[in-house]
């Protein structure tokens, strides 16, 4: 039996969408009467959501796209020492207008706040500033070592003939960042290997970007004789137009970056594409104490991994049941100190089922003002959850937030990180070498540490900036770090010489 097609024009409420091959989902009212003719709709196969994306979004994703693909093939024939100076150039612009970026980026902060949104991410500071021009540098340095280097593929021969293994670049790279305008700046480092990239960022952090890109990367680009959309940034504020930019089977690969559930949902969005998908959304470290730990030492480590809350701040601390008199209130003191850093009293604490008789008497009952993003509350100072709840992240504003777990020994406490955590950072404090290599070896981690989590960061860590710190949520590629650079953004190509005309097999 033959199909036939003919474009989407109207939804009506009660409008049974089969997914799944075996499963459907139905049109509720509202998205019935938002559709227009024009419009798309898109199933996730995983769950059956109804993803909406009205026809000006896609048209604007699909145009920004369409500058990328023209950029990619303009990149081909570019010189290095274009790209060299287009980072050097946005680095100098970045500085130069810093001023300009910040007030732009206030006026974002305090869009947010008014809206109840996080701003941990979104306010950026000199620091900041810092990271991004010497990330931007960096990648310039890169070039001028690679140049250096000459050659990095290889070659194979045969008798009257060779092949050349050569790296080779794998073309427009899609990006949905949550709001962290410096993400910017991460994403341009693609242009290193000679990809094109589009980004889609969180649209609280729009403005910051939108400034950044007119008064820094445009005109660096611009400077270097490159084309504007090497690096565009799709300007709207829609969730859809990530939705959009994932099912464009133009991208060579899909990164996208934020919170676990949105995460998710945009890599099913690409993987339904057939894209390849980098998905960067489950965070959370987890600390342990072993029965050799130093106290100083693991205050230190608790206290610096709560400075703000990120991917790779603490999230759940593991104290062996021999120290936990000792060092659960060291964890405790040290959570408190980082809260009183931020302006606060003290951390919130969530202990596990069957751990709490080791808190400090009345922690379970009192309360303390705990900073949301919206507003100051008040909340427990420490309640108890479930071993299973372990998995959960916290995503705190001001007031440092942890889970606080005792076990029996060494080998428990990697097993229950290895069923609970993210296997994303884990690090281990003690001082026995022998049980240092137990748990590097026993634990289901990229980032394994003896000290902070918060190491693990590609600028802070490998001086390169990052466009993701990935895990096993959904596998890693092959051959490659869970740190995602746009140094790994590359592909392989073959080039083959015969020297005779009669060569055959």
């Known amino acids: 039996m033959s199909a036939s097609t003919q474009p989407l024009a109207s939804l009506a409420a009660g409008t049974l969408i089969p997914f799944g091959g075996d499963r459907v989902t139905v049109v509720d009212a509202d998205l019935a009467a938002a559709f227009r003719p024009g419009d798309s709709l898109y199933v996730v196969h995983d769950d059956g959501a109804l993803l909406h994306v009205p026809a000006a979004v896609r048209d604007l994703v699909r145009a920004t796209v369409d500058d990328a693909v023209v950029a990619f093939e303009h990149l081909r024939t570019a010189e290095p020492a274009q790209v060299r100076a287009f980072f050097l150039g946005f680095a100098e612009r970045v500085a130069a207008h810093w001023d300009a970026i910040a007030r732009v980026n206030a006026d974002d902060v305090a869009r947010a706040e008014r809206l109840g949104r996080s701003t941990t991410r979104l306010l950026v500071s000199e620091r900041v500033r810092d990271d991004m021009v010497a990330g931007l540098r960096g990648w310039a340095d890169l070039l001028d070592a690679a140049a250096s280097a000459g050659p990095t593929g290889r070659r194979v021969s045969h008798d009257g003939w060779?092949?050349?293994?050569?790296?080779?670049?794998?073309?427009?790279?899609?990006?949905?960042?949550?709001?962290?305008?410096?993400?910017?700046?991460?994403?341009?480092?693609?242009?290193?290997?000679?990809?094109?990239?589009?980004?889609?960022?969180?649209?609280?952090?729009?403005?910051?970007?939108?400034?950044?890109?007119?008064?820094?990367?445009?005109?660096?680009?611009?400077?270097?004789?490159?084309?504007?959309?090497?690096?565009?940034?799709?300007?709207?504020?829609?969730?859809?137009?990530?939705?959009?930019?994932?099912?464009?089977?133009?991208?060579?690969?899909?990164?996208?970056?934020?919170?676990?559930?949105?995460?998710?949902?945009?890599?099913?969005?690409?993987?339904?594409?057939?894209?390849?998908?980098?998905?960067?959304?489950?965070?959370?470290?987890?600390?342990?104490?072993?029965?050799?730990?130093?106290?100083?030492?693991?205050?230190?480590?608790?206290?610096?991994?709560?400075?703000?809350?990120?991917?790779?701040?603490?999230?759940?601390?593991?104290?062996v049941r021999e120290r936990a008199a000792d060092l659960v209130p060291v964890v405790l003191a040290a959570a408190d100190a980082a809260a009183a850093a931020r302006g606060g009293t003290a951390a919130r604490v969530h202990v596990a089922r069957g751990s709490e008789s080791w808190l400090p008497a009345g922690d379970l009952e009192r309360s303390i003002d705990v900073r949301r993003a919206e507003g100051l509350v008040t909340e427990p100072r420490a309640d108890v959850l479930e071993v299973a709840d372990l998995a959960l992240e916290w995503e705190w504003e001001g007031t440092p937030e942890i889970s606080l777990v005792v076990v029996e020994d060494l080998e428990e406490a990697v097993a229950l990180t290895n069923r609970w955590s993210p296997r994303f950072v884990a690090s281990l404090v003690a001082d026995d070498a022998a049980a240092q290599d137990r748990f590097f070896g026993a634990v289901d981690a990229p980032f394994v540490g003896d000290g902070f989590t918060r190491w693990v960061d590609g600028q802070y860590a490998l001086q390169q900036p990052e466009l993701g710190l990935s895990n096993w949520e959904h596998g890693r590629l092959l051959g490659r770090a869970g740190i995602l650079s746009g140094a790994d953004l590359t592909t392989r190509r073959l080039r083959a010489h015969h020297e005779s005309a009669d060569q055959h097999r």
């Open 162 to 319: 060779w092949v050349d293994v050569e790296t080779a670049p794998l073309g427009v790279v899609g990006f949905v960042f949550e709001g962290r305008p410096n993400v910017l700046t991460d994403a341009a480092g693609v242009l290193a290997t000679g990809n094109t990239a589009v980004l889609r960022i969180g649209g609280d952090a729009l403005g910051t970007a939108q400034a950044i890109a007119d008064l820094a990367l445009v005109p660096a680009l611009r400077a270097a004789g490159l084309p504007d959309g090497a690096v565009g940034l799709v300007t709207s504020r829609e969730r859809s137009a990530g939705w959009a930019l994932f099912s464009d089977s133009r991208l060579a690969l899909a990164v996208v970056r934020g919170s676990g559930k949105a995460v998710a949902q945009l890599a099913s969005v690409a993987r339904q594409s057939g894209l390849p998908v980098s998905a960067h959304g489950t965070g959370g470290a987890w600390v342990v104490a072993d029965r050799s730990a130093d106290a100083a030492r693991l205050a230190g480590v608790v206290r610096h991994s709560l400075d703000r809350k990120v991917c790779n701040t603490l999230n759940v601390a593991v104290v």
